[in-house]
């Protein structure tokens, strides 16, 4: 798994198992080590947040590149399906002044709010299969 800088962040990455690398130049000089529970693409969520109509169409420029060290799995959140999230949870997102606490938390946030989504669309596809059923009954 490789993602370099220069190109357009068209998602988020929620490390959930390993080690990645990240590091603004081709030597790896001076390169973070992102584990689980951390998060690459702050970029994009920053986009999302502070954009007032994000277009796909201007996606953010990543600052870094992302290359796995050792084994990992990531969940992947894709531009559009975060800013669904973040416009359907628009209240576990504060806009307070404190930007550096706020971070972490609006990650996690996105997470939670993924979460909840993919828990609403299956009990809705449960409801109509079950109401399927007892139609035909």
């Not at 690398?21 to 584990?35: N, Q």
């Not at 998060?39 to 954009?51: H, M, R």
């Not at 870094?64 to 990992?72: E, L």
Request: hydrophobic share 40%.
């Amino acid at each position: 798994m490789r993602c370099c800088s220069s190109l357009a962040a068209d998602e988020m990455l929620f490390i959930t198992r390993g080690k990645v690398l990240t590091y603004t130049t081709a030597g790896r000089e001076g390169a973070d080590c992102l584990e689980k529970g951390d998060f690459y693409g702050q970029e994009l969520l920053d986009w999302v947040l502070q954009t007032p109509n994000p277009s796909l169409s201007n996606l953010p420029f990543s600052t870094k590149t992302v290359q796995a060290h050792t084994k990992v799995e990531v969940f992947a959140l894709r531009a559009n399906d975060l800013k669904n999230v973040v416009s359907k949870f628009w209240w576990l997102f504060p806009s307070s002044g404190m930007e550096q606490l706020r971070k972490p938390k609006a990650a996690q946030a996105v997470q939670v709010a993924w979460r909840r989504h993919k828990q609403l669309q299956r009990s809705e596809g449960v409801s109509k299969i079950l109401s399927m059923l007892q139609i035909k009954s």
